[in-house]
């Protein structure tokens, strides 16, 4: 297996435990291997950054560090949970998936790697009723407006926990309809972190929401329903 430099970059920059340069390239092999890898950015020397540095930013934030259990929403080929399951042994991280094929890839892609602190969920984020009010983090990466991911989210999070969503350019509509969707679902915005994880990573943020008050019992609604009429400053819930 090749040795990538900027993985051991990567692995020094963030402190990471001894085994870990060696998990992440074994990651961005079953990447480079697998055809039918479920990303359209398979090659290593784009998916060091793209996939592994994008992900590993998370580990600047406190709440990420000090997580033990994750639970990543909308896993698609395992980034980031995979990732910070290397970067945090001792954390449990659940990769929570709908499409079959993503989770087939997620699983053969974990032990290939030898990464052993993960569940694979194949459900979507509504439906998972194991996992309300069992997390002290929740992650999602490009997976849908603030307002919906924090429906997902708030749910699954134990109070004080928070939900870390990965975002590009800042846009001041969503960012007022996931405030407003927060408020009522017992979030609250607690920052908006800049992030800049490989050279050329332009607007990049990391928007931190912590769970400050249970959420509502009518949550979560019923799969399709945070899409389909989400929360927010001009969007008022069906139920």
């Given at each position: 297996?090749?040795?990538?430099?900027?993985?051991?970059?990567?692995?020094?920059?963030?402190?990471?435990?001894?085994?870990?340069?060696?998990?992440?390239?074994?990651?961005?092999?079953?990447?480079?291997r697998d055809p039918h890898a479920p990303t359209t950015v398979r090659e290593a020397e784009r998916a060091v950054h793209t996939h592994l540095a994008d992900s590993l930013v998370a580990l600047d934030l406190p709440a990420v560090r000090g997580a033990t259990a994750i639970a990543d929403?909308?896993?698609?080929?395992?980034?980031?949970?995979?990732?910070?399951?290397?970067?945090?042994?001792?954390?449990?991280?659940?990769?929570?998936?709908?499409?079959?094929?993503?989770?087939?890839?997620?699983?053969?892609?974990?032990?290939?790697?030898?990464?052993?602190?993960?569940?694979?969920?194949?459900?979507?984020?509504?439906?998972?009723?194991?996992?309300?009010?069992?997390?002290?983090?929740?992650?999602?990466?490009?997976?849908?407006?603030?307002?919906?991911?924090?429906?997902?989210?708030?749910?699954?999070?134990?109070?004080?926990?928070?939900?870390?969503?990965?975002?590009?350019?800042?846009?001041?509509?969503?960012?007022?309809?996931?405030?407003?969707?927060?408020?009522?679902?017992?979030?609250?915005?607690?920052?908006?972190?800049?992030?800049?994880?490989?050279?050329?990573?332009?607007?990049?943020?990391?928007?931190?929401?912590?769970?400050?008050?249970?959420?509502?019992?009518?949550?979560?609604?019923?799969?399709?329903?945070?899409?389909?009429?989400?929360?927010?400053?001009?969007?008022?819930?069906?139920?």
């Amino acid at each position: 297996m090749k040795r990538h430099t900027e993985v051991v970059s990567l692995a020094e920059r963030y402190a990471l435990p001894s085994t870990a340069a060696r998990q992440l390239d074994a990651l961005l092999d079953a990447l480079a291997r697998d055809p039918h890898a479920p990303t359209t950015v398979r090659e290593a020397e784009r998916a060091v950054h793209t996939h592994l540095a994008d992900s590993l930013v998370a580990l600047d934030l406190p709440a990420v560090r000090g997580a033990t259990a994750i639970a990543d929403l909308g896993a698609g080929a395992g980034f980031p949970g995979l990732p910070l399951a290397i970067a945090l042994p001792a954390a449990r991280v659940a990769l929570v998936e709908s499409v079959a094929r993503k989770c087939e890839f997620i699983r053969a892609a974990a032990a290939a790697a030898g990464i052993t602190n993960v569940d694979v969920v194949a459900e979507r984020a509504e439906a998972w009723s194991a996992g309300i009010g069992a997390h002290d983090l929740v992650t999602a990466r490009a997976l849908a407006p603030l307002a919906v991911l924090a429906e997902y989210a708030a749910p699954l999070l134990r109070e004080g926990g928070v939900l870390v969503a990965w975002k590009g350019r800042r846009d001041a509509q969503e960012e007022r309809d996931g405030e407003a969707a927060a408020a009522e679902l017992g979030l609250a915005l607690e920052e908006v972190r800049p992030v800049a994880p490989y050279p050329g990573a332009d607007h990049r943020h990391l928007h931190v929401l912590r769970k400050v008050a249970p959420t509502p019992s009518r949550f979560p609604r019923r799969p399709g329903m945070a899409r389909k009429r989400p929360l927010g400053a001009k969007n008022r819930p069906t139920l």
